[in-house]
């Protein structure tokens, strides 16, 4: 457990030092996680710039399906979340190869005037859009994330979150996410690897709050065709009314 707590500032750092793509030995390279461990980091490692489980070789095998069915649904879920991200994630890798801000952010670089936020190392933000908050202790029951100012979201419900501090305790399949008020957030289809084509719509979340906007980076994933212009980015500005929701995009 304490390795997968020391993992968070670890990556943090790296970002901070120009390395904004790295992730950690999902389950801890040396050494056998127990099935909880191991689906609390798979829960945390979809929120990681790298998702990757990685041990030692002798170590105690670690797929997904290796700790029975209630262990496999919970992590099925996250390396899906994860996939569906992936337009979030993607747009947010290509901000940091042209600004160096990584996807994997303290919280003081999201919120530089709140300075509580100067020693925070079990929160982070992934990307400018989402707070993260895993549970990082098998000793302690419930413990306290505190939202920076402004409007908030539950990731998993869309339900807006109320008070600054929130005391959770979330049960085996719950990683907290919260995702802040003024965001519209790209999501794709389910895929089962980065190759394949999702089938089906792009899917736009609108969080509502102030400055409501969204962005979006397409290339073709696989060839410097991008360097030549080849590249889609589009914008999502909200346009509230008195009785609907109005979001306009733009392409550059």
């Known amino acids: 457990w304490n390795h997968m707590r020391l993992s968070i500032p670890q990556l943090i750092n790296l970002g901070l030092s120009g390395f904004a793509f790295a992730g950690d030995d999902i389950g801890g390279f040396n050494g056998s996680p127990t099935p909880e461990l191991l689906t609390r980091w798979m829960e945390l490692g979809a929120f990681n710039p790298i998702y990757r489980n990685h041990g030692v070789k002798g170590s105690r095998n670690r797929e997904p399906w290796v700790d029975g069915p209630e262990h496999e649904a919970i992590r099925r879920r996250y390396i899906e979340a994860r996939y569906r991200l992936l337009p979030y994630i993607y747009t947010s890798i290509e901000e940091s190869t042209r600004t160096g801000i990584p996807l994997m952010r303290p919280m003081f670089l ?6 509580s936020f100067e020693t925070t190392e079990d929160e982070f933000m992934f990307g400018s859009r989402l707070l993260v908050a895993p549970k990082v202790s098998d000793f302690a029951q419930s413990y306290e994330v505190k939202l920076p100012a402004g409007l908030w979201y539950d990731f998993w419900t869309g339900q807006p979150v109320k008070g600054q501090i929130q005391t959770v305790d979330p ?7 919260y995702v802040r008020g003024g965001t519209i957030l790209p999501q794709q289809p389910v895929i089962e690897n980065t190759s394949e084509v999702p ?3 792009l899917e736009i979340s609108v969080y509502p709050g102030p400055n409501c906007q969204g962005s979006l980076y397409q290339d073709d994933g696989n060839t410097l065709a991008y360097t030549r212009g080849e590249f889609l980015r589009v914008q999502f500005v909200c346009d509230p009314r008195p009785d609907s929701l109005r979001v306009n995009f733009s392409t550059t």
């Not at 999201?110 to 300075?115: A, G, R």
């Not at 049960?171 to 996410?177: E, I, M, N, S, W």
């Open 110 to 115: 999201e919120f530089p005037e709140d300075l």
């Open 171 to 177: 049960p085996l399949d719950t990683l907290p996410v």
């Open 199 to 201: 089938r089906g719509p």
